[in-house]
């Protein structure tokens, strides 16, 4: 059965690139046809994180471009991310099997868009992704290479008339931001980081949710989880930092998702009887409020960890299995120890949340931007 879907897989990506090929065209030419473009679809395809690093491209064009139509593509796990933007529409999709009816709704929703742009930001090589780039039909569409080592039949770079070449210690956010400086933006390098507006209503919500539990200790988030296994910290050494943080008064909770709620439960009654377990309890702009309500937040290299700086809070990011030039939290108040290769010891990790704890607090600011 699998190696008929991966023949399927196979002989549709070969009709997209016989009946969807796009012709290359120059620097000039993108920039003209972006010119004369009134709608974007921008596709945003992939997980929280890099959701998170694609705001930065939705913030540029709410800026430059106030009068263009966005249209931002995203799944549906992680939608609120863009919904949280002014002015922004919004199409989610899911990715199981069962979802495919959604899902060719949204091509048929794209089809019918006619777009004048298609900027697919990193990662967007799937065939989903080329699905949803050629059923837009835009006479404007770019996107990155496919990273090293991808096969050859699974790129469909023939989809776009722009590809643009990776740069591997470039960072993801000004990555994404080269689509639109290729097409003519004039966007300075560090001038748009990652950022989630979170609403009063809610920051208000959770910080009463925290002082009932808490009463006025200050309260410090920790994530034990990961999407791939091998990005996790050991849980004696969560456990280190949780014990280390409870000695100097303050308050420890667990975030993560609904796959991470066992194991944060067990990790509270094994580690930390005292920590207020919300991973699997919250959604996702609930999530978001909890972290700013936070006075620091200790993570793996996750999504949770670019939500946490997209929010101002001060993170120390745990880096052991990738590469953080590349995808580390893109945030003056985030700390990065370890790297590929090399996980990092608990002192590392206690010597930059203390730094991070003894800077200004951050918290006393939310907005309904």
């Not at 023949?7 to 969807?20: E, I």
């Not at 199409?91 to 089809?111: I, P």
């Amino acid at each position: 059965m699998k190696g008929l879907a991966r023949w399927a897989k196979w002989q549709l990506r070969q009709w997209l690139c016989r009946h969807a090929a796009a012709e290359r065209l120059s620097p000039e030419q993108l920039q003209q046809r972006w010119r004369s473009a009134r709608h974007c679809l921008l596709l945003c395809g992939a997980g929280i994180g890099d959701a998170v690093m694609a705001t930065p491209v939705i913030a540029a064009l709410r800026k430059r471009r106030p009068q263009l139509r966005l249209t931002v593509i995203a799944r549906r796990g992680v939608a609120e991310i863009p919904r949280a933007f002014a002015g922004v529409e919004v199409l989610s999709y899911g990715e199981r099997w069962h979802e495919w009816l959604g899902f060719a709704q949204l091509l048929r929703r794209c089809w019918s868009l006619r777009a004048d742009a298609f900027l697919a930001l990193q990662p967007a090589n799937t065939l989903r992704h080329g699905l949803i780039a050629a059923a837009s039909r835009a006479p404007l569409r770019l996107k990155h290479a496919a990273p090293p080592g991808t096969e050859s039949h699974r790129d469909l770079s023939c989809l776009y008339h722009g590809v643009l070449p990776l740069q591997p210690e470039r960072h993801r956010v000004e990555e994404n931001l080269d689509l639109l400086r290729i097409l003519g933006e004039a966007i300075p390098e560090g001038a748009f980081p990652p950022h989630y507006p979170v609403s009063a209503q809610l920051c208000a919500a959770l910080r009463r949710e925290l002082q009932r539990h808490f009463g006025e200790r200050p309260c410090v988030a920790l994530h034990l989880g990961s999407g791939r296994p091998e990005k996790c910290w050991t849980m004696e050494g969560f456990a280190a930092v949780a014990q280390w943080l409870e000695q100097r008064g303050y308050g420890v909770v667990l975030v993560g998702g609904p796959t991470e709620r066992r194991d944060a439960e067990r990790f509270a009654s094994a580690y930390a009887p005292s920590a207020r377990v919300y991973a699997g309890r919250l959604d996702l702009p609930h999530t978001a409020a909890l972290l700013h309500c936070c006075r620091a937040a200790v993570t793996n290299d996750s999504g949770i960890m670019h939500l946490a700086a997209a929010v101002g809070t001060p993170v120390v990011a745990i880096f052991q299995a990738s590469d953080p030039c590349k995808i580390g939290p893109y945030a003056a108040n985030a700390l990065v120890v370890g790297t590929a290769g090399a996980p990092p010891s608990v002192e590392m990790v206690l010597q930059a949340l203390a730094r991070q704890l003894t800077g200004p607090s951050h918290s006393d600011r939310c907005s309904d931007e």
